[in-house]
């Protein structure tokens, strides 16, 4: 029987390996999970080759992921006529099995059909997911135009009837002057009022290298962005950043278009995506937790951990962690896709972050420095920190933490990570700035599996929900960070999984909501020595204001009526350290950094 953990890494150390994962039936029913009667695989296969007469080899890049456990078993292409395949030069096998034992990726070629491992199913496949490049040799006769090559993806069938994927690939003839579009990010979701520099990927497809030639960007509405002239060289891609862009809360239509004087295939030199954009939330409670076993989307009591139910929850991706920024609830997934939660616990897909391999493990947000990070696990069991840009996904690593396996994270009052370690069972700090790890303490619980963290900053406590395979499998209470032992609340009932957990706590100094129209606070000079102005400008009507040190521990505050802009000096005895400023009025509020040094 083949068991999936909510933290890949985790099989690795009970199974010795996922060559057995498929064969062991003695773990617990928690390790289990189940497609829901949905797709249990999604699977791509990609080129940027071109075609010409004579015998050449074509480049391809394919993805391969899965949920519920049902690995590849095989991929069959099936190439146009006059194109014929060739087995010296083509990969063999695929890629490097990491599945069953005696799975395999090999190579057999049948006339225009060309197949990898086998199309029947296993129930115990050859390859567990990820990307990979492979190249298949052809030699072409008489061909005339685009030619289409059609594949199938084939699933082992583990838990489920057996499931597949199939697509074609356009290989366009090698032109001398060709420039075309290939992607457009963001491509399926925006939230409003994020901004961004969308990016568009240019791929040379001619024989020449091309210096004179220009991309714009709109959409439809008042956004326009132009580069020109970057030089770009045959069979070479390039990723454009356009100039930054903020949707607010309407229909957009993103169009790229190309031009190059002289091109002699028009057909990809113009790209159209229709993204949804996502209006900004107001959340009414204080935190939400997944619990996967039930796939229910709850309200949280911190009080004593118990849930209400809010909403089904039956994504067929595993949720990772989820992660509050003061606007959005963030979710990632097992597979690097992510996106948001509304207030009725509807999942809404945004896209897939990219940059990262192995696994993605724990979200966590810096207030103080308006930056979202994400934890990822290796496949040797680091733990690779990463910032996310929300808009486009993409990752870029910070550090690799070498002394422990993290398993969830978040950040405290003193600007620092903090997350509970497998195998280890310590609490672990970790600097945003490096992603080193520092031990805390022991946990004084053992956890195996992929558990959630989120911290109140009013109550300066991180709490989650464990999991385990012993009595302290599932139990809510919270980590201290100066110790790193664990402090029991209560237990959850059917010691069900929480798979992931997010404190939006109203009033928490760390969810301060800008909403409604521009609010503004000046601070200056900011950083200061107590001394400082702040500046209210474009507020009518009652507002007033409150200090707050980094543990939420209330300063100073006033109350005043403005018709306009109000100017406000103040001289107050601080300590050196990192101070927020709220703002509210009737309808908006704002946090800005106070900086004491």
Same mark, same amino acid.
């Given at each position: ?9 985790? +099989? ?17 029913? @928690? ?32 993805? /391969? ?14 190439? !146009? ?23 395999? +990726?090999? =190579? ?53 009837? !057996? ?10 003839? +090698? ?13 399926? %979701? ?7 520099? *969308? ?17 714009? =960007? ?60 996502? !209006? ?8 939400? %937790? ?18 209400? &139910? ?8 595993? !949720? ?6 003061? @606007?959005?609830? /963030? ?11 509304? *207030? ?62 993290? +398993?969830?994270?978040?950040? %405290? ?6 997350? *509970?370690?497998?195998?280890?069972? @310590?609490?672990?700090?970790?600097? *945003? ?31 989650? &929900? ?107 005895? =601080? ?6 400023? @709220? ?15």
């Amino acid at each position: 029987m083949k068991k999936i953990l909510t933290s890949f890494l985790v +099989l690795t150390l009970l199974l010795g390996g996922f060559a057995n994962a498929q064969n062991q039936n003695s773990l617990s029913a @928690k390790l289990k999970r189940t497609t829901k009667g949905t797709i249990a695989i999604v699977a791509t296969v990609t080129s940027t080759s071109t075609w010409i007469n004579g015998t050449q080899t074509l480049e391809f890049t394919m993805t /391969y992921h899965q949920t519920g456990g049902e690995y590849m078993d095989g991929l069959r292409m099936v190439f !146009p006529t006059g194109m014929v395949p060739n087995v010296t030069g083509t990969s063999d096998p695929l890629t490097a099995p990491d599945g069953c034992a005696n799975a395999h +990726l090999n =190579l057999s070629i049948n006339g225009q059909n060309v197949l990898w491992g086998r199309d029947t199913a296993s129930r115990c496949g050859a390859y567990i997911g990820g990307t990979f490049t492979f190249q298949v040799n052809v030699t072409n006769t008489d061909l005339v135009g685009s030619q289409t090559i059609n594949y199938t993806v084939y699933g082992d069938g583990y838990g489920n009837e !057996p499931h597949i994927v199939t697509g074609s690939i356009v290989i366009p003839k +090698l032109l001398a002057h060709n420039l075309g579009i290939t992607s457009i990010v963001p491509n399926t %979701a925006v939230l409003s009022g994020i901004t961004g520099a *969308p990016k568009i990927t240019v791929h040379n497809f001619g024989t020449n290298n091309e210096n004179s030639w220009s991309l714009t =960007l709109t959409d439809g509405s008042t956004y326009t962005s132009t580069v020109t002239n970057i030089p770009i060289n045959a069979g070479e891609s390039l990723e454009i950043t356009m100039d930054n862009w903020t949707p607010s809360e309407e229909e957009y239509t993103l169009t790229a278009t190309l031009t190059l004087v002289g091109d002699e295939d028009l057909t990809n030199n113009s790209l159209t995506i229709n993204p949804i954009v996502i !209006p900004s939330y107001t959340y009414t409670e204080e935190a939400y %937790a997944l619990n996967y076993d039930l796939a229910t989307y709850n309200i949280v009591n911190l009080t004593d951990g118990s849930m209400t &139910y809010l909403a089904d929850a039956n994504d067929p991706l595993f !949720p990772r962690a989820e992660e509050f920024d003061g @606007k959005y609830i /963030y979710r990632v997934c097992d597979n690097f896709s992510y996106g948001v939660v509304s *207030p009725a616990g509807e999942y809404i897909q945004i896209g897939t972050m990219i940059g990262a391999e192995g696994s993605p493990i724990a979200l966590a947000y810096d207030w103080v420095n308006e930056r979202m990070y994400l934890m990822a696990i290796a496949d040797n069991n680091t733990s690779e920190l990463y910032t996310v840009n929300l808009m486009i996904g993409e990752l870029s690593l910070i550090g690799i933490g070498t002394e422990a396996t993290i +398993l969830a994270m978040d950040f %405290a009052n003193d600007g620092f990570l903090y997350g *509970p370690a497998i195998y280890t069972n @310590k609490l672990y700090r970790i600097d *945003p700035a490096t992603g080193d790890e520092t031990a805390i303490g022991p946990l004084g619980i053992e956890i195996f599996y992929g558990q959630d963290v989120s911290f109140d900053a009013t109550a300066n406590k991180l709490y989650t &929900y464990t999991c385990g395979d012993n009595e302290d499998d599932g139990q809510f209470g919270y980590y201290d960070i100066t110790t790193g032992a664990f402090n029991y609340i209560s237990d959850i009932p059917n010691r069900d999984q929480i798979a992931t957990f997010v404190i939006t706590k109203p009033g928490n100094i760390a969810g301060g909501i800008e909403t409604g129209e521009t609010l503004t606070l000046t601070i200056y000079p900011n950083p200061n020595n107590g001394r400082f102005t702040l500046d209210f400008s474009n507020i009518n009507g009652k507002v007033n204001y409150q200090i707050f040190d980094a543990k939420g521990s209330f300063i100073f505050g006033d109350e005043f009526t403005t018709n306009g802009n109000t100017i406000k000096e103040l001289s107050l005895d =601080l300590v050196p350290g990192i101070y927020f400023v @709220k703002l509210n009025s009737n309808t908006k509020s704002l946090i800005k950094k106070l900086i004491v040094e």
